[in-house]
């Protein structure tokens, strides 16, 4: 784990972070929680900052999508603590929806990936909780913000006495379209996630209201986190510059979402990678089998 501001720890876990606020002696919460099956990782965390017998008052999700709530629940059972998230984001979490499916036409490394990733509900009942307004429970000087369009009930937590902030997936500090990018974790404020971002104008609205934070220090989901000196004039010209892609299937028309979950979602684009993949592997299959059969004319 490592430190990024006064009581607040950085933990990355694969491809994704995880977020420790607190200080040894005192409450703590953890923020998001990995993939599935990573959860020792977080305890053993835990416990070599909090100590062991130590548990966290909750757990907060900024999103529910599987590489932030992927441990929750054995978390959850294990420190016997409560899960908090946007009232938006229950339907995913108790089992009741699937996301809506992420969007691979609109191109780059993770768009290409997200055809493997996972998008469906989550059942966290019995421990999931709503979080209340301007309340981010066991964190005391923080608030949380609702910064939609990644996901319907997306948040972002923010200290306004040093500004701080966690912003999940409403942005990133590495470039996810890149390969390059997604390898190196080179740092840099880009879109996140983007396959999965299915409100493009609330995540662009998401990100200019982040923005007027001026934030110090920004952690986010994806990505080292920052604390460059002009890191506010940078996530402005961010925001300020943000741009949905050039085609997609959510780019003109979003996913339309409620309390109940996915109400509907634009007709998905035609898709010719697994058509491309197919045809290459077909063709592979009989450049193979002809040399084959030239062998054995040979013979």
């Not at 923080?142 to 500004?163: C, I, K, N, Q, Y």
């Not at 409403?170 to 996630?193: E, V």
């Amino acid at each position: 784990m490592t430190r990024i501001a006064p009581d607040v720890g950085w933990l990355p876990v694969s491809f994704v972070n995880v977020y420790f606020i607190g200080r040894p002696g005192g409450r703590w919460v953890l923020v998001d929680s990995g993939l599935p099956s990573w959860a020792n990782q977080m305890i053993a965390a835990a416990e070599a900052r909090f100590g062991a017998g130590a548990p966290p008052e909750a757990i907060v999700l900024t999103n529910g999508h599987f590489d932030h709530a992927g441990s929750a629940l054995p978390l959850a059972e294990y420190w016997d603590v409560p899960i908090y998230a946007h009232r938006l984001e229950m339907p995913y979490l108790t089992g009741k929806s699937d996301y809506p499916p992420p969007d691979p036409t609109i191109g780059g490394a993770i768009a290409f990936l997200s055809r493997f990733i996972p998008h469906g509900a989550r059942n966290l009942s019995g421990r999931i909780r709503e979080l209340r307004p301007n309340e981010v429970p066991g964190a005391a000087g923080w608030e949380w913000l609702a910064t939609p369009g990644h996901s319907p009930g997306h948040v972002s937590l923010f200290r306004p006495s040093d500004r701080v902030l966690l912003a999940g997936d409403a942005f990133a500090t590495m470039n996810m379209d890149s390969w390059s990018g997604l390898i190196m974790g080179r740092k840099t404020l880009a879109r996140a996630g983007a396959p999965f971002n299915t409100d493009w104008e609330a995540t662009r609205l998401s990100a200019k209201e982040l923005a007027k934070l001026r934030p110090n220090v920004v952690g986010c989901g994806h990505g080292i986190p920052r604390c460059d000196p002009d890191l506010p004039a940078r996530l402005e010209r961010f925001a300020d510059a943000f741009r949905p892609p050039r085609h997609g299937r959510y780019v003109r028309q979003p996913a339309r979402t409620d309390e109940h979950g996915v109400i509907s979602v634009p007709p998905a684009p035609f898709d010719p990678v697994p058509f491309a993949t197919a045809a290459a592997l077909i063709l592979a299959g009989i450049a193979l089998g002809a040399g084959y059969l030239d062998d054995r004319r040979r013979k």
